[in-house]
């Protein structure tokens, strides 16, 4: 799938600079455009692979963001987002859309330039073209707190509503305890960029190989077409003799038993990505549809293990609509199976976040309510004789 790929504020740029960086590591081409919008100057500087012509700022003139950011308010960011639609558009003229199958837009959902600009740029980008829109959203962990969980709650909505398929990344299933923030955030923007790109790569092939099972775009856009929200699991082993170098940092390698099959490695990796962490925790059989890409060198493929998988993935799902394929990668050091599983509802997160965002909400508005009238207070006099000036 040929992407156009756009990054909206300093989580969403800093994922698409994971993908552009896993991509070069592993020698595929799926970015074909990419962007990054933010209103905080200095988070435009932060990318080490978008060029600077692809970096976009907005709110520079808007008097609450002054090209310092909006401070998590998700009002302004969609405020600055409207504001700077022609400016967004023009930024646009350069995405070639005849070479794309689709665009994804990939933000945070807790941060204010994310979760507001990015639903109005997706708004935009249906209204400007034919070509499937899908969102990558960050959800905030339970620990960031109230604000950051109305954000998501509420950008939820749009996301969902105006993208053909939404996929989404919860911090709290990832978040690891004994790293920094920024190790913390550093290590889930890799596995993220790992996941999607070698879902979203699969059938732009780089090289002579044809895989024996051919997975296309069409394939993922017709598992994504639901309108829905979907999660992404992800299992690689490392293929005997080969170095992985750089690429250690973006894969979690597991040891897959070896029963003397290349069958049963591809069959034991898939069943590893449905049961280890999904980028949602979810039910995997509240999947409308599903879809299953084994990556890595041919030698190592079996059509056999490919189809044991499937039929697997139909029983855990209790869908006949399932799709597998192949995607090879002739150098590649490692054996992966990654699993899309589209439209599912049974997402507990995704209910707590709500539940913190309605709790949050009423306190924000209480607690208005009390300094108001503490204020009025503060400043009038006990028997109401001072008048104010105007």
Same mark, same amino acid.
């Given at each position: ?31 074909? %455009? ?14 080490? %692979? ?14 609450? $963001?002054?090209?310092?950011?909006? +401070? ?13 639609? !022609?400016?967004?558009?023009? *930024? ?5 859309? %005849? ?7 990939? *933000? ?8 507001? $600009? ?24 339970? @620990? ?23 996929? $989404?990344?919860?911090? !709290? ?11 913390? @955030? ?6 993220? *960029? ?6 979203? +790569?699969?059938?732009? @092939? ?27 699991? @992800? ?27 290349? $069958? ?99 306190? #924000?508005?209480?607690?208005? *309510? ?10 009038? !006099? ?7 000036? #105007?």
């Amino acid at each position: 799938m040929k992407l156009g790929t756009i990054g909206i504020g300093n989580a969403g740029s800093k994922i698409v600079d994971k993908m552009v960086e896993f991509e070069s590591l592993t020698d595929r081409n799926l970015c074909r %455009h990419v962007m990054v919008i933010n209103t905080a100057r200095t988070d435009l500087s932060k990318p080490d %692979h978008i060029p600077e012509d692809k970096r976009i700022l907005i709110g520079d003139t808007h008097q609450k $963001a002054k090209g310092h950011g909006v +401070g998590g308010d998700v009002e302004v960011g969609a405020e600055v987002a409207k504001n700077d639609i !022609d400016e967004i558009r023009r *930024a646009f003229d350069d995405v070639d859309i %005849h070479e794309v199958d689709a665009i994804l837009v990939c *933000a945070s959902l807790g941060g204010g330039t994310g979760s507001g $600009a990015a639903p109005v740029v997706i708004s935009e980008l249906q209204k400007m073209y034919d070509e499937p829109v899908y969102g990558l959203g960050i959800l905030p962990g339970k @620990y960031e707190g109230g604000r950051p969980a109305l954000n998501a709650a509420r950008s939820l909505q749009s996301f969902v509503n105006n993208t053909d398929n939404f996929i $989404a990344f919860d911090n !709290d299933a990832w978040r690891s305890k004994d790293q920094t923030v920024g190790e913390g @955030y550093d290590g889930m923007n890799r596995e993220l *960029a790992t996941r999607i790109v070698t879902l979203l +790569g699969a059938g732009e @092939y780089d090289e002579p190989t044809v895989a024996e099972n051919v997975m296309d775009a069409s394939d993922i856009i017709r598992t994504l077409d639901t309108n829905g929200i979907s999660s992404i699991g @992800y299992a690689s082993t490392s293929v005997d003799g080969k170095d992985d170098g750089f690429l250690t940092r973006f894969r979690e390698d597991y040891e897959i038993e070896d029963s003397g099959s290349a $069958a049963a490695k591809i069959n034991g990796l898939v069943r590893r990505a449905v049961n280890s962490r999904l980028t949602l925790p979810c039910d995997a059989s509240s999947a409308d549809r599903a879809l299953i890409v084994i990556s890595g060198p041919p030698s190592e493929f079996s059509r056999k293990g490919l189809e044991s998988a499937r039929e697997w993935i139909e029983s855990e799902v209790d869908t006949v609509d399932v799709l597998a394929g192949d995607d090879p990668r002739e150098n590649a050091s490692a054996l992966s199976a990654v699993v899309l599983l589209s439209n599912v509802t049974e997402t507990p997160r995704i209910k707590s976040i709500q539940e913190q965002a309605v709790d949050a909400q009423d306190k #924000i508005a209480e607690q208005d *309510a009390v300094r108001e009238e503490e204020i009025a207070e503060l400043i009038t !006099d006990e028997q109401g004789k001072i008048d104010p000036v #105007i």
